[in-house]
């Protein structure tokens, strides 16, 4: 066996040398990392203050806005202090306010004790605020229709005039014109073709103004509408807030746990996440072991290669050798997944969480699951299945063609056949149990994604042995063909055997 | 030269209708350097292949190193395939390194000995170089070290000298003469008979699968009729009628080539001129080449050889 493994440690030696193999590793928990981080991060460093003016030909919006803004201001404040309390580093300065336990602040008696200087803590410093309205500019009239106003704001909306503040330059972020007639305009559907409220930016994507905005503007005019009505403001608010209660429960569960929570719904569509890791993987692996194989063959190393072993150990060594590689990946991709799941779910407080709602429970829950279910062992398991299946039927694919070239075009099927799990991978989770998963999870080809899909919902026991024993025999079948076929094909010049050829290879 | 280290016994190989190799038999004595010569196409590669067990042959015994499969003494032999090929992003020491490894030798003393190859055959710049970066020659000189790294008893070369520039050329031979020197044993197919004339202790021919020559370079030579090459303004008819001479045959430039028996000394040819008063301008008695050999029992298979 001596021979295998050396080609084998070749293989992972030449494989792991690339640009290409170190870029997949660190990508993945790369992006991971930067999709929780950057967030965090850019609300950290803030965005400088966006300066915006405001038109409020009718006068009734501009008030209610201000006093919406600066609302959302003190929450960004206050969650802010609570952070820098909860941090520790000037605990002395929080005395008495300070849970003694999971050390969140207690605002409102903070506040109520400091008044005004609430924000006055030694080493804290406020965060910026997110947008500041600017005066208009002189020419511009506080009533002026949104149409005029919109003509004399373009220099500044498209920066070519900055606004002063503070004696220095700012760019104008946006304008929020209300026309006076507004409140006519939204009756009925009249609304239809006019332009009602305008915002105008050069920046669509951060919408957190405009959705201000548009909400006040229309909470303020459904108010209105209401005390026209000679309705109380304050009850139709109440009615609106009733919601009958909804619980989904789930009869497999105990007694008393039934109810399905957030983590029953990830336990649910974890499973796909890896089943997409799986498909990536048996994919990424497939290329290489074309490539190694092809590029064995053309370059007719081959042949110096059997001079030295023999086919079975070549074909053995190259599997070992690439699985290695795909392990190596798969396992950082997993180990980089459970360590940012851990540390992130480490770091949130029960109170945090229960006042973020549910999301924040999610590295926690994932956590949980991955610790107490099968998860992880059946996809360490599904992943050498799969991948002994698919190299198998590459591996003979690589040893009839000449060039990638020629390869490529068989590769085709295969990728075709390979969608299929792909695209039910959404679908099988919502039944996991039914007749097409239990269907396709009997067909060697789809066992391992299909299986995996199933894995958390609780497969009946003779499904999963019997497509397991099913999967191992016809994973040993592929690679004893495949290795027929190999040791013919490999040595063999000129045109890819006919289909006919590889049968009596098979039966050789 | 001791017992053959190399036998093969009525060895066939076909492949549907078509036969590559018919009927070979040849036996290679240890310590000595073995052409293996043909035209393109001849079955040579093919031969090779089933000595080295790659392939297996239809019918036929090989014998090798005393045993019947090649796979069995694969540490103990070296192998250079007629199409060179590396791997593009190893590093030169690090291919010859690996081969060495695959024949068994340890990590350290594949290393060390790939550095010392490459040194020896002025390579020793290249060795931190991936391949991709090498010339062909340099490639292909790299491929032989990896094929000798492992100190082979028996080494097949595969046309090791094709694509190769007279320069390399001759280190290639160089290479193969050092083989021989420490004992080891080389067999090598060509279609170059000038390599084969400088190298070979003895060789073969085969052409369309079967082996036409199989001996010494002299016994070779010693097939073709020695000829004697003059030039004279008289009239050379007396000759004729020597014992020696088995024909005369007029050459286009007036010249004529005296071919002689088998055995006959070429001395009786020119005593007989001077006995006849004939005045050479010209009296030159070469050996026959290798090459007259090749064409002679080639023939028309051997054009395509010769003008390569």
């Known amino acids: 066996m001596r021979p295998a493994f050396l080609i084998a440690w070749r293989e992972f030696a030449e494989n792991a040398k690339t640009k290409g193999f170190w870029l997949g590793l660190l990508l993945f928990p790369a992006i991971i990392t930067a999709s929780i981080q950057i967030p965090v991060l850019l609300e950290k460093k803030g965005t400088p203050t966006r300066r915006f003016v405001m038109v409020d030909a009718g006068g009734g919006f501009a008030p209610l806005l201000r006093e919406k803004l600066a609302a959302d201001e003190t929450r960004r404040q206050e969650e802010a202090l609570r952070d820098f309390a909860r941090g520790g580093a000037r605990e002395e300065a929080f005395a008495g306010f300070l849970d003694p336990t999971d050390k969140q602040l207690d605002l409102a008696r903070w506040r109520a004790a400091r008044g005004a200087d609430w924000l006055e803590v030694p080493g804290f410093k406020p965060p910026a605020p997110r947008f500041a309205e600017s005066p208009l500019p002189d020419d511009i009239a506080a009533d002026a229709r949104p149409d005029d106003a919109a003509r004399r704001l373009r220099p500044w909306l498209r920066g070519e005039r900055k606004l002063s503040v503070d004696g220095k330059e700012a760019p104008l972020f946006a304008a929020v014109l209300i026309p006076a007639d507004l409140a006519e305009l939204a009756q009925g559907d009249g609304s239809k073709g006019r332009r009602g409220i305008q915002y105008w930016s050069e920046n669509l994507a951060d919408v957190a103004l405009p959705q201000l905005v548009e909400n006040t503007v229309n909470a303020e005019l459904r108010r209105r509408g209401y005390t026209a009505h000679g309705l109380d403001p304050a009850t139709v608010q109440a009615i609106e807030r009733t919601r009958a209660p909804m619980t989904s429960l789930d009869p497999k569960k105990a007694e008393g746990e039934e109810a399905v929570g957030l983590a029953d719904r990830i336990r649910q569509w974890l499973p796909s996440a890896f089943v997409y890791l799986l498909w990536v993987a048996i994919f990424a692996i497939a290329q290489i072991l074309l490539t190694s194989v092809i590029e064995e063959r053309s370059n007719r190393i081959i042949e110096v290669l059997l001079s030295s072993v023999t086919p079975g150990e070549l074909m053995v060594g190259k599997l070992l050798g690439i699985a290695s590689i795909g392990l190596t990946m798969l396992t950082v991709w997993i180990g980089s997944l459970v360590v940012i799941v851990v540390w992130k779910a480490s770091g949130i407080s029960p109170a945090q969480a229960a006042a973020a709602g549910g999301m924040a429970q999610l590295p926690g829950d994932v956590a949980t699951i991955l610790r107490t279910t099968w998860l992880l062992p059946a996809f360490g398991m599904y992943f050498l299945l799969g991948f002994l299946f698919y190299s198998g039927l590459i591996l003979a694919l690589g040893s009839t063609c000449n060039t990638l070239k020629e390869a490529q075009s068989f590769m085709g099927v295969i990728v075709l056949f390979l969608m299929v799990p792909l695209m039910l991978m959404t679908y099988i989770p919502r039944d996991p149990n039914g007749p097409l998963a239990t269907a396709l999870s009997w067909f060697p080809p789809y066992t391992p994604f299909v299986m995996m899909n199933r894995v958390t919902a609780d497969p009946p026991m003779r499904d999963v042995v019997g497509t397991l024993v099913l999967m191992v025999v016809a994973t040993a079948g592929v690679l004893w063909g495949a290795g027929k076929i190999f040791r013919m094909g490999i040595l063999r010049t000129g045109q890819p055997p006919r289909l006919l050829e590889l049968f009596r290879w098979l039966r050789s | ?308």
């Open chain 2, 1 to 308: 030269m001791t017992a053959p280290v190399l036998e093969l016994r009525n060895v066939t190989k076909t492949y549907g209708t078509f036969t590559a190799v018919d009927d070979l038999s040849l036996s290679v004595p240890a310590g000595c350097v073995h052409g293996f010569l043909g035209p393109n196409g001849a079955g040579k590669t093919t031969s090779l292949r089933m000595i080295l067990e790659i392939i297996r042959p239809t019918s036929g015994t090989i014998t090798l190193l005393g045993s019947p499969s090649a796979l069995a003494v694969r540490g103990r032999i070296g192998y250079l395939p007629e199409e060179k090929g590396l791997y593009k992003k190893m590093k030169a020491w690090a291919i010859i390194a690996y081969f060495a490894t695959l024949k068994g030798m340890g990590h350290r003393a594949a290393k060390a000995r790939a550095f010392e190859l490459l040194e020896r055959y002025g390579l020793k710049d290249f060795a931190e170089a991936k391949t991709e970066a090498l010339s062909k020659g340099m490639g292909q000189k790299v491929q032989v070290l990896a094929a000798i790294a492992h100190d082979p008893e028996f080494v097949i070369l595969d046309e090791p000298f094709s694509g190769l520039d007279p320069v390399n050329q001759t280190v290639m031979e160089d290479i193969i003469t050092d083989l021989r020197k420490r004992g080891r044993t080389v067999i090598f197919s060509t279609h170059v008979m000038a390599h084969a004339e400088r190298l070979c202790d003895r060789l073969a021919i085969i052409a369309k699968g079967r082996k036409l020559f199989d001996g010494t370079p002299a016994e070779a030579r010693e097939t073709l009729p020695r000829r004697v090459r003059i030039q004279t303004a008289d009239d050379i008819a007396p000759l004729r009628s020597l014992p020696e001479v088995a024909d005369l045959l007029p050459m286009a430039d007036g010249g004529c080539e005296v071919e002689l028996r088998h055995g006959a000394d070429a001395q009786a040819v020119l005593q007989a001129c001077f006995a006849h008063g004939i005045r050479l301008r010209t009296f030159r008695f070469d050996e026959p080449t290798l090459h007259d050999v090749f064409v002679k029992l080639v023939g028309p298979d051997a054009k395509e050889a010769m003008y390569r």
